[in-house]
């Protein structure tokens, strides 16, 4: 059973640890004059309990900001850090760091593994026992509304079934950031709402910090706090008021 | 517009499509190369095999006079298109010879006397061959001088009937090669024609011949010999068609007065059947290797099929007609289609001129024809496996869901064809033609002597075929359901490689079941194509030493002709040459059952073996060891040919009592045997009837133990020099050969024609099909899911981790494969070895397994599917998992 849509409470913050961090962050692709800068200097702290939608342009360099504080890129200049959050040992450069999730645009599930199995994937490699791994995993997908979808193979699924399907598998970690880059951009516009509360609810659930990258305004509407991505540039000083 | 837009589509794949459209040249080049090289050698074998047959006979044609006028059947032979020389060659019959050499006079029974013009050697080089004294004057047979004891400046009498004896003086002694042929009985049937060419012969110049027959013509005939140089077709039934045509249309022009002894059309009525084989050769281990790149190609493009499905749903989303997709994926067709076969001529031509003989590799217009026809079938496997899939697609009316990889089975299910059994009822199927076509009724060729058409049992395919089928079939039932049901040991497999990643592994390649049985079952077909035609090709030179072997006898034979004595002590002598580790004296005489005359040998069944390979297939009705046990056990027990049991209704134990004449013409000698077992083959014997007897029981009951033939075993080394030796200590008065003579010189024309290079294209294709399906198909296959890996690493898997995925597929379809191929590999050796038994002289009593090339080929496969699998799990984390999700 899902769980109920919450409310977002508002809050300030104070009083709470950062959990990502990033310090003059920068991330250039290339050297010399074939050099692109993707994300410029770029300051900014999610704490526990944010819930952030990170807009812009296309090529504004949201996705790469994005893999910055997951820790798939690492900055070419500045600083980020996860503090609170776990080494990650045994963990690869390649994967994003312990306690940080993230749910990518296109399909995200492995297709040839069935739904719980593609839940069960994070589990297993973070050495979750398994009799625990599968109550995690069930609990997730209970929890996004798609239990009775754990036997289906990515295929048999609509585009939204899956991103909600790739939620689940970022709640079952127990995460305390969940980062989302572009979740509803192949969906339509009632399919990507339903996803965005799925998040929201997720992000409830495991007490993490949310952060959606988008160009949607009705998505960024639905969380409480509005980050702008303007040719690479982070300005993190918008609000929005049509948050729960 | 729409031209540019293809173009436009061309470029983009060039691009960014690559790998994946020079994979799919590569299998069409595969396939291309294949094609045109075994067709050039075909086409070229079927030449060699004609020019040989012509070579191989000393005069084309034998015109008989038949109670005409000599002068106008020699015009008329002269007017004859083709005919490029004609000689005059008279046959006299002499009632026998005499010498008186050293004290002692020596006459002989009955014999031949040639009369032979001023250019008869000068034409026909081939047919008399000078071993001593002059070429000028009186010739003498060896054998006939050696039964005369005369040496050239010698006088022997002839002896005719009616005439005064006439005494001429010996100028050289001669042997006659083609004496069967040379004394043949012109128009006469095969059944009909003499036993044995006769055993005195003498050769007149032809004035001197006339001097001495003048008083007796009746016993003259003449003869005219032909030489021709008439173009013949490549292939020898057309050239055998040819020739015999022109011989009948001589012969019908003459109105009766010249019958033709065709030598050329009979030695080209005997490559036709060799052709034929070479033809079925070319086939049976031809076409499972372009079937194989045709299916290898199939799975190149197969492993693309879901991306290319999501290129095409794209285009259809944005509005391009199915007709105008359709003309996209063409021009993609035609373009691998169009480079597979440049690369893939070009390759042949390459291969023409290093694999293949001198006089094949220059042979450009087979190649150019052979290079044709391939390309055609290059055209037909890049449409065959493109544009198939594509047309299936492009019927659906719904646009396909993009996805980024192929979809997976929920729970692998067994196709139609296997869950209704097929590959039962095949391998059934399979091995009921088996049984059928490996009777003894059964021939493969079947090309009656002076019947122009041939008869080529196509049936033959059907057991391999269906054995090739039914055991892919199996082999994919038995991939997946070890897939379906094997998980939990898969997962176990794993573990030690993947650790974390087992279970989802093992998960994974369960619902990958169709994917990864294709590759087990495409590698094991690639893999048995290659063990059976290596067999096969090992069989075949292991028979052809054999052969070499029945007819030399051993390494070294010397023989002596029949009825004289060689001298005492010879073995001894023989014995303590270099090189010579054993000698064996034999018996060679002869026999007569009923009002036959066959050969008769008389061995030592103890030791016989020690000089020469006596294989369990020359007899039938024990091992070669229990029949001659027998032998030895039961002295006059006696083996005789399959035909005489036949045809006497011999059962074993049964009496039978035959006349051996005297060795020296003194008489005969009653001897009975008891009939112990068939033998087929035994060295130095003839293709026909003969017995083999103990020497000891014979030399008893005769009271003469002659042993004319001795063998000589070198271990198989310096058989040259030892023969060079052996002709020293024997002088002139015997025969010496060698077997690295023989094998140039025995067998058909086929196995003259050597497989060789035929050997070496195939068993380097065997090996590049066998790579290039284990290694080609799982690099694909993996690079289409690179996805999935990015996204496992993105999800915490290690590298360590997914090299261990990617290294336990490797491993799984490497096993599967190398399992299975050795399985399908060894029935199809033995189907193959037995269907195509006509191709083996003598048949093999067991096959010769090439174990260095088999562990070869498997060593190669694994190593390059580990290096795939090592650059694959490299690739996995070689670049930021986040650039490979933006770009897929």
Not at chain 2, 675 to 684: D, H, S
Request: glycine share 10%; with cysteine; proline share 5%.
């Amino acid at each position: 059973m899902a769980l109920p849509l919450t409310s977002e409470v508002a809050h300030s913050g104070a009083g709470i640890a950062a959990v990502v961090r990033c310090d003059q962050a920068a991330r250039t692709y290339g050297h010399g004059a074939t050099a692109i800068v993707a994300v410029h200097g770029a300051s900014a702290e999610l704490r526990r309990g944010d819930r952030v939608a990170l807009v812009g342009a296309s090529g504004s360099g949201k996705s790469t900001l994005l893999h910055l504080f997951a820790g798939l890129e690492r900055p070419t200049s500045g600083t980020v850090d996860w503090p609170g959050l776990g080494t990650g040992g045994g963990r690869s450069d390649a994967s994003a760091v312990a306690g940080v999730s993230v749910i990518f645009q296109g399909p995200s599930l492995i297709p040839t593994l069935d739904v719980l199995e593609n839940v069960l994937v994070p589990l297993q490699l973070s050495g979750v026992p398994r009799p625990a791994s599968l109550v995690r995993a069930s609990d997730a997908l209970e929890a996004v509304g798609i239990s009775d979808l754990a036997a289906r193979l990515p295929d048999e699924l609509s585009g939204g079934q899956a991103q909600r399907v790739a939620v689940a598998r970022a709640l079952a970690t127990r995460p305390q950031v969940i980062l989302a880059d572009e979740p509803t951009g192949q969906l339509d516009s009632v399919t990507g709402l339903h996803v965005i509360e799925a998040l929201l609810a997720a992000a409830e659930r495991a007490d993490a910090a949310l952060l959606v990258t988008t160009h949607d305004h009705r998505v960024a509407d639905r969380l409480r706090t509005r980050w702008v991505m303007e040719d690479g540039r982070l300005n993190t000083d918008h609000q929005t008021g049509d948050h729960r | 517009m729409k031209r540019s837009i293809s173009l436009l589509w061309l470029a983009g794949l060039v691009r960014r499509r690559a790998p994946r459209l020079a994979a799919t040249a590569a299998g069409i080049a595969l396939a291309v190369s294949l094609v045109t090289v075994l067709g050039a050698f075909l086409t070229t074998s079927q030449a060699t095999m004609t020019q040989r047959a012509r070579a191989s006979v000393a005069a084309d044609w034998q015109v008989e006079v038949q109670n005409g006028d000599p002068a106008a059947v020699r015009d008329q032979l002269m007017r004859t298109p083709g005919d490029a020389a004609v000689s005059a060659v008279n046959y006299g019959a002499a009632t026998g010879f005499a010498s008186a050499t050293g004290g002692t006079s020596q006459s002989t029974g009955a014999g031949v006397v040639l009369g032979l013009g001023p250019d008869y050697r000068a034409t026909f080089p081939d047919q008399v061959r000078q071993l001593a004294g002059s070429s000028d004057g009186v010739q003498l047979a060896q054998q006939t001088a050696a039964n005369l004891k005369v040496v050239p400046g010698d006088k022997v009498t002839i002896r005719l009937q009616g005439a005064p004896p006439v005494t001429v003086t010996v100028a050289g002694v001669i042997d006659l090669p083609q004496a069967n042929s040379l004394f043949q009985r012109v128009g006469a049937s095969a059944q009909s024609q003499p036993v044995a060419p006769p055993d005195n012969v003498m050769l007149l110049p032809q004035t001197q011949f006339s001097g001495v027959f003048s008083s007796v013509p009746a016993a003259v005939t003449t003869q005219f010999h032909v030489r021709r140089d008439a173009p013949l077709a490549n292939n020898p039934a057309d050239a055998f068609t040819q020739d015999s045509g022109a011989a009948r249309n001589v012969e019908a022009a003459s109105a009766g007065a010249a019958l033709v002894g065709d030598n050329l059309g009979a030695a080209l009525d005997a490559a036709r059947g060799d052709a034929a084989y070479a033809t079925m050769l070319f086939l049976f281990l031809g076409l499972p290797g372009v079937v194989l790149a045709a299916m290898l190609t199939a799975a190149v493009v197969g492993a693309g099929a879901q991306r290319r499905r999501s290129e095409q749903a794209l285009l259809r989303i944005r509005g391009v007609a199915r007709r105008d997709v359709a003309r996209l994926a063409v021009a993609e067709t035609t373009l691998v289609a169009v480079s597979g076969s440049i690369v893939g001529v070009a390759g042949a031509a390459g291969l023409a001129g290093t694999a293949l003989p001198t006089s094949m590799a220059g042979s450009v217009s087979a190649l150019a024809l052979w290079a044709l026809v391939a390309t055609a079938v290059g055209f037909l496997v890049a449409f065959g496996t493109t544009m198939v899939p594509v047309w299936r697609d492009l019927r659906s009316p719904h646009v396909l869901q993009v996805r980024g990889e192929a979809a997976a089975a929920r729970t692998p299910r067994l196709p139609w064809w296997l869950r209704s059994g097929l590959d039962i009822v095949l391998l059934t199927l399979a091995g009921v033609v088996f049984w059928a076509s490996s009777g003894n009724d059964y021939s493969l060729v079947l090309a009656p002597e002076g019947v122009p058409t041939i008869s080529v049992s196509y049936w033959a395919f059907l057991g391999p075929a269906l054995l090739w089928l039914g055991s892919a079939g199996l082999l994919t039932r038995i991939v997946l359901l070890a897939l379906r049901h094997g998980r939990p040991v898969l997962e176990w497999v794993l573990r030690p490689v993947s650790g974390r990643l087992a279970s989802a592994g093992s998960a994974s390649l369960s619902r990958r079941g169709p994917v990864l049985a294709r590759s087990v079952v495409l590698l094991a077909l690639a893999l048995s194509f290659a063990g059976s035609v290596a067999t096969f090709n090992a069989t075949y030179a292991q028979q052809a030493e054999a052969d070499a072997l029945l007819t030399n006898g051993a390494d070294v034979t010397v023989t002596y002709p029949a009825g004289v004595q060689p001298p005492s002590g010879l073995d001894k002598e023989l014995s303590a040459l270099p090189g010579v580790t054993a000698v064996e004296g034999m018996q060679h005489r002869f026999a007569y059952v009923g009002a036959d005359l066959q050969d008769l040998y008389g061995v030592h069944p103890n030791t016989i073996s020690s000089v020469t390979a006596l294989q369990d297939a020359y007899f039938t009705g024990g091992t070669a060891t229990e029949v001659l046990q027998r032998l030895q056990a039961r002295p006059d027990s006696i083996l005789v040919s399959a035909e005489t049991v036949k045809d006497y209704q011999l059962q074993l134990g049964d009496t039978l009592r035959l006349r051996l004449p005297d060795p020296n013409g003194s008489g005969a000698t009653m001897v009975t045997f008891r009939y112990a077992g068939i033998v087929n083959e035994f060295p130095t014997a003839p293709k026909d009837s003969f017995f083999v007897a103990n020497a000891d029981y014979v030399a008893k009951a005769t009271g003469n133990g002659t042993q004319n033939t001795y063998l000589l075993d070198t271990g198989g080394a310096n058989q040259a020099s030892v023969a060079v030796a052996a002709r020293t200590t024997v002088g002139t008065g015997a025969a010496v050969s060698d077997i690295t003579l023989v094998r140039g010189q025995v067998g058909s024309s086929l196995t003259a024609v050597s497989l060789d290079g035929l050997t070496r294209i195939e068993l380097g294709y065997a090996i590049v099909l066998s790579v290039a399906a284990g290694a080609l198909v799982l690099g694909l296959g993996i690079a289409e899911r690179r996805r999935s890996f990015a996204i496992l690493s993105v999800l915490g898997a290690g590298r360590r981790e997914l090299s261990g995925l990617v290294a336990g597929e490797g491993a799984l379809v490497v096993a599967g494969g190398i399992a299975g191929g050795a399985a399908i590999g060894t029935g199809l050796s033995v189907m193959l070895v037995k269907v195509l038994t006509g191709v083996f002289d003598p048949p093999p009593a067991s096959i010769a397994v090439p174990a260095a090339y088999l562990v070869t080929t498997a060593l190669a496969v694994a190593a390059a599917v580990a290096a795939v699998t090592v650059v694959a799990a490299r690739g996995t984390s070689r670049r930021p998992a986040v650039e490979e999700l933006r770009e897929l």
